[in-house]
């Protein structure tokens, strides 16, 4: 089977704290995903990564970054946390190649800035 | 970029009867097309996917059309149960190398016994 996992089921930070959330994938996948998940909103894509060092932003990159050292880690970096950050996020892992195949989701992680 | 559109955002349906849901995208080359089921606090999971060159495809009660012409897929869920109640997404992605799955933003499906 498959495994995403993600560091934390639950996260209750500060406003103005720098923020870690980690992911790690164990299929030698390609391609990570890294989603924020908000009621009414959907899935929206923040960064995701189709190789080691390599990054895309997402349609929602501000106040976001990344890390991707390995190919079996990505990271999603809060730099100063906002109230407006308060979200659930989703990592996400595909293959890579020319033939799109199914993600797979870790358990997400629920961030709360107070 | 692309960009998904899923209507109705919510969708409640006797237990029995059939349950459709509809989606559009924009970027015609766009070729992979999943859906995912995400029940109450679990992670979203694929239950069907379909590819640019198949029109339909069925498994089992759930099944899922393709109009590339149009830009939209559907999915049909007959003979609903109540535990196939949850939120649905649709999503999209082309074949592109450094493309990402875009997601609608969900419809809660509700059965009622």
């Known amino acids: 089977d498959v495994k995403v996992t993600q560091s934390s089921r639950y996260l209750v930070k500060r406003t103005g704290e720098k923020v870690f959330l980690e992911c790690v994938q164990d299929?030698?996948?390609?391609?990570m995903f890294w989603y924020r998940q908000d009621p009414g909103l959907g899935l929206r894509l923040i960064y995701f990564?189709?190789?080691?060092?390599?990054?895309e932003k997402g349609d929602i990159p501000e106040g976001y970054s990344v890390s991707r050292e390995k190919k079996e880690r990505f990271s999603l970096i809060l730099e100063s946390a906002s109230t407006n950050q308060t979200s659930m996020y989703l990592c996400?892992?595909?293959?890579?190649?020319?033939?799109?195949?199914?993600?797979?989701f870790g358990q997400g992680t629920r961030l709360t800035v107070v | 970029g692309e960009n998904v559109e899923q209507h109705p955002s919510t969708l409640s349906v006797q237990e029995g009867d059939s349950a459709v849901i509809k989606c559009t995208y924009s970027?015609?080359?766009?070729?992979?097309f999943p859906w995912y089921k995400q029940e109450l606090g679990k992670r979203p999971q694929l239950i069907i996917d379909i590819r640019s060159n198949v029109g339909e495809k069925k498994d089992q009660r759930i099944a899922v059309t393709l109009n590339k012409t149009a830009k939209h897929f559907s999915l049909h869920i007959t003979e609903t149960q109540p535990e196939d109640s949850a939120v649905y997404f649709c999503a999209a992605r082309s074949g592109q190398a450094g493309t990402a799955l875009i997601f609608g933003k969900g419809t809660t499906l509700s059965v009622s016994s």
């Open positions: 299929m030698d996948h390609e391609n």
């Open positions: 990564s189709y190789d080691v060092k390599m990054k």
């Open positions: 970027d015609s080359a766009s070729n992979y």
């Open positions: 996400a892992s595909s293959p890579g190649g020319i033939i799109p195949t199914e993600a797979f």
